[in-house]
């Protein structure tokens, strides 16, 4: 043999040893052991599951049976792979979520997908924007295939009564995500061919996902071999792989950490609502998946963003299971990080129409109105003296109306009010935003004022001992032309500085956090021009001159 035909048999010797990697255990001449039961018998054990009686003499030299009616309880009976029984079988559509086709291989037809349909070998199943589906194969292995994918089922075999499963599929494009069951024995094998590599597993969690030109395999738990003509990669659990097209598989990649979601509230009162949470070093972007069920078996969101906060899409209210990952630049997607959450959010809170947030009221006895959203049926009214309402002054939990006037007098201080709707059925909705108000300290009474003409001193009736007084003088009686405007921390104030005349007095009450009240009503007070010194002199005279 020349050199150029020894180079050519070591290159085909490659590619048989490469092909014999790849074939089926049962191929390499691997065995299924059968445990012996009190009650049984090597030749009922071996009709049960061989495929043809005409292996009976192999399977009874195999097995040095002498006397095929007497086996011993606990021992085990060995059988070929290629002698046991084998057929096709059914997968089964678990879950089907958004627009879900099945293209039968049979006919060629195309149908839409619904829960409970059942698949066989060479059918297809098509997810587009939005659409996922969950298929259930024999040993209950579940793959969920998500969004704009294309995933075919070249071959569903099971090896009848063993519990071994050989379930080979095709991800033309787009991910999916896996749970396989642990083998039962060596002919147990679940396999996912794409276009640039195949994952071979036999139980384990771990995700695929490709294009045309590129697959990536992703490993939560187990580990995946990862193969192509190129070479074999054992990729462990939390770790990842690229497979490039005509490329061999690059080493294996630390997955990224879960994001931190101890954050984030159990219950959210908002739909759609912002997901906001720590961000990952290395990542640069994340998914977030949003399903009913803690196995997210059917995902009724699946978004990806470049920033550490998602929009999570407008749901129902009811309890959600939330599953978040960093991506890093490679594209891999890393472990995740689960949030169980009640989105309560119906009926809208209403709208609160008065006393406006911030309002300054000066009647004790106020009224409340607000919006009636749809859904709401009755309301949940409170209002505080606290932003956190603890030991509520008013807390109605069932009133019918959308105007309040509550039969309580407020002192002066700033209260908190809130209102929440109730549905038909008598549940809550999530609480308005909290608005506030304040009841000012009343004026002074200046009905019981008085002023002291001799000592030109002005008084009115104090309002607290805590409170201070802004008084303002004023020459008309709507003070456009204020002469004076002082803060006093008494209730009185000495006039010596203003000339006899006409004037008008109002006073405000400030709090000790300086908050100012309203002014009085204003007051008329008249200053008397001093006495005449020489009337003081001339008037005795005379008399005097009288008397005389």
């Known amino acids: 043999m020349n050199l150029p035909d020894r180079n050519l048999s070591a290159r085909l010797l490659a590619v048989f040893l490469y092909m014999l990697l790849l074939l089926p255990a049962a191929a390499v001449g691997q065995d299924w052991f059968y445990t012996v039961r009190p009650g049984d018998n090597a030749w009922d054990v071996g009709k049960r599951y061989l495929k043809s009686m005409r292996y009976w003499p192999q399977f009874k030299e195999l097995n040095r049976i002498s006397d095929p009616r007497r086996i011993t309880p606990g021992s085990s009976l060995r059988f070929r792979l290629a002698w046991l029984k084998s057929g096709a079988v059914m997968a089964t559509l678990q879950a089907v979520h958004g627009e879900v086709t099945i293209l039968r291989t049979g006919t060629g037809s195309t149908i839409p997908a619904r829960a409970g349909m059942t698949l066989w070998g060479g059918d297809e199943v098509h997810t587009g924007p939005g659409g996922n589906a969950t298929l259930r194969f ?299 108000f304040r009841v000012p300290a009343p004026a002074p009474d200046m009905g019981k004022s008085t002023f002291d003409d001799k000592d030109m001193v002005f008084r009115w009736q104090a309002v607290g001992p805590e409170q201070r007084y802004r008084i303002q003088i004023a020459t008309d009686r709507d003070f456009s032309h204020v002469l004076v405007d002082r803060m006093t921390g008494q209730a009185r104030f000495r006039m010596t500085s203003l000339d006899p005349g006409d004037y008008y007095i109002r006073v405000a009450t400030i709090e000790p956090d300086d908050f100012q009240g309203p002014f009085s009503t204003p007051q008329h007070l008249k200053v008397p021009s001093p006495p005449n010194p020489w009337g003081l002199i001339l008037v005795p005279l005379y008399f005097l001159g009288i008397a005389l």
């Open 138 to 436: 024999v040993d209950n292995s579940l793959v969920l295939l998500e969004q704009d994918s294309v995933l075919a089922l070249d071959s569903l075999m099971y090896y009848g009564g063993t519990g071994m499963a050989e379930t080979r599929l095709h991800l033309k494009k787009g991910r999916t995500d896996n749970k396989v069951t642990p083998k039962k024995g060596p002919g147990s094998r679940f396999e996912i061919r794409t276009p640039s590599a195949m994952a071979a597993v036999r139980g384990t969690s771990y995700r695929v996902g490709c294009d045309s030109e590129v697959m990536r395999t992703e490993v939560s738990g187990g580990s995946v071999q990862v193969a192509n003509s190129r070479a074999r990669l054992l990729v462990p659990a939390r770790y990842g792989t690229l497979t490039r097209k005509k490329d061999k598989p690059a080493p294996p990649i630390p997955l990224l950490p879960p994001p931190d979601l101890s954050s984030l509230p159990k219950i959210m009162e908002e739909s759609p609502f912002m997901l906001r949470f720590p961000p990952v070093a290395g990542a640069t972007a994340y998914r977030l998946q949003v399903a009913t069920d803690r196995n997210f078996n059917l995902l009724l969101a699946d978004t990806v963003s470049d920033r550490p906060r998602i929009v999570v899409p407008q749901l129902a209210d009811g309890d959600y299971f939330l599953r978040l990952r960093a991506i890093d630049g490679n594209g891999l997607e890393g472990l995740d990080a689960y949030h169980a959450c009640t989105l309560n959010a119906r009926p809208l809170p209403p709208i609160r129409v008065r006393p406006r947030d911030g309002a300054v009221l000066t009647d004790p006895h106020p009224s409340f109105l607000w919006s009636a959203p749809e859904q709401a049926r009755s309301y949940i009214f409170q209002l505080a003296d606290n932003r956190d309402f603890n030991n509520p002054l008013v807390d109605i939990q069932s009133y019918g109306k959308t105007i309040l006037k509550p039969d309580i007098q407020l002192k002066p201080g700033t209260y908190y009010w809130r209102v929440a709707g109730r549905d038909a059925a008598g549940n809550p909705g999530p609480m308005g935003m909290t608005m506030h």
